[in-house]
Structure formats: C-alpha cells, structure tokens
C-alpha cells in the first residue's frame, strides 16, 4: 500500500503501531520516529527480545569423588 505525496510505502512502527513512511525519507524506517527506533533499541540491548529455553533440565552434577 502506499499513498501519493509521500515518496514510500505506509507501514505499521513496529514499537508503537502508528503509520510511519518506509522510505529513504524516514531514517528512522520502520519505525515512525527516532523516539521509537531508540527505544527498540534499548528494548533489545537489555535483552527484552529473547526465545524462551524449551530445552528439558538437565539434572545437577553429581560429586563422584
């Protein structure tokens, strides 16, 4: 989808979910500000995006001496 005059595509920010440009325009694509693309950032730096661990407990190690 894009819309006339804006020179790119309207995308949804991915922190925010307001429209914001993806174009060369935007610097801050796909977000919709410097504001939002910072504090993703942040976000990730303090590991707030993680895959959760499926893998089974493993059972403690045993003192075999």
């Not at 991915?14 to 500000?33: H, I, L, T, W």
């Amino acid at each position: 989808m894009s819309t006339p005059g804006t020179g790119g595509r309207i995308v949804t920010c991915p922190r925010c979910g307001q429209p914001a440009v993806y174009a060369p325009s935007n610097p801050a694509r796909p977000f919709c500000s410097p504001r939002c693309k910072n504090s993703d950032f942040v976000a990730w730096a303090n590991e707030e995006y993680r895959v959760p661990d499926a893998s089974p407990e493993l059972p403690p190690d045993e003192d075999i001496s």
